[in-house]
């Protein structure tokens, strides 16, 4: 087998550094012609071809950008990676991604392994059982080290970074106030994230538009769901309440689950309930009746991410970080009134 020809053979060849041979190779100015011509025919001649690896840790830089998910099969992380993806070729910059499922110790370990490797940077959202344990060391150490980062969605106050985020307050409240105005007045809130930032958040806008319109915030209609709880149950308990006439679901599985369970007790959607979720998923599309959500814009979430991180890397940014904040919107379907 033919060996494969590298910068440091042709270097030897011609008596000269790694560098010059790289910079004749990228027909830069500072290498004289003929030295250049030389070292570019017989490159040719010798079908010599980069080493992207070499070549980064030459230039001290990969191109090479870290992507951690916490569900790839939650169809909001889906949306944004392909943002960031799209963002990043347009770039010139490939991705490594990984999956934390979820869990602490498998975010930390693969953190360590891609911040030991040739990555420039990473684009993350957290764990639920990291925002659980509040433990951020991991990330905190990353970016002592110099190591660039841009959270998205699930982010933390402790960590000084760019971030991404959706105003998921804004969207609850929002979602709540349009129930109400369709007629609802005893809306439940179906919750199954509690334990995670955007959860709180989204049960903070709920709480305010009860509040804006003068319904007093019943706790018996804030329903959180654990993951080791039996959902069905803990749904035909609360809708044996029959005043129940809307429901905000935190997340689309929950929502779709909730919609089967309400059909089944022979309530008619939306006339005797309602319901609206996060996110725009599939889910809700190819369900009957099609179920109003709120849309987070992942896609559009994953390529300011990948922005942000690119113009940190190329010295684009502004000094201090920044949090860009992104607006949902409703999209009605058939499971909530129209308003009159």
Known sequence: MKKRITLKHIANQFDVSIATVSKALSDSYEIS????DKIQQYAKEHHYQPNSVALSLLNKKTKTIGVIIPNIMNNFFAKVFVGIEEKATENGYSLISCISNESHEKE?????LLKNGTLDGFILSLAEETQVKGQYLHLKNAINEGVPMVMFDRVTDEIKCDKVIVDDFEGARHATNHLIKTGCKRI???SVIDNLSVGKLRAKGYEEALAENDIEVDQKLIVKIGKRED???AMKIVLADKSIDGLLCLEESSAVQSLEIVKHLNYIIPDDISIICFTNGKLPQYVSPKITT???HGKYIG??????LIDRLEGNSETSFQTKVIKTSLIE????KKIN
């Not at 012609?33 to 250049?36: C, P």
């Not at 930390?108 to 360590?112: R, S, Y």
């Not at 390529?303 to 942000?308: F, I, N, Y």
């Open 303 to 308: 390529e300011v991410a990948a922005k942000m």
């Open 108 to 112: 930390l370990k693969t953190m360590e």
């Open 294 to 296: 709120i849309s987070q």
């Open 188 to 190: 439940a809130l179906i």
């Open 33 to 36: 012609t003929k030295t250049k």
């Open 231 to 233: 959902f069905e149950t």
């Open 333 to 336: 379907r058939e499971s909530t």
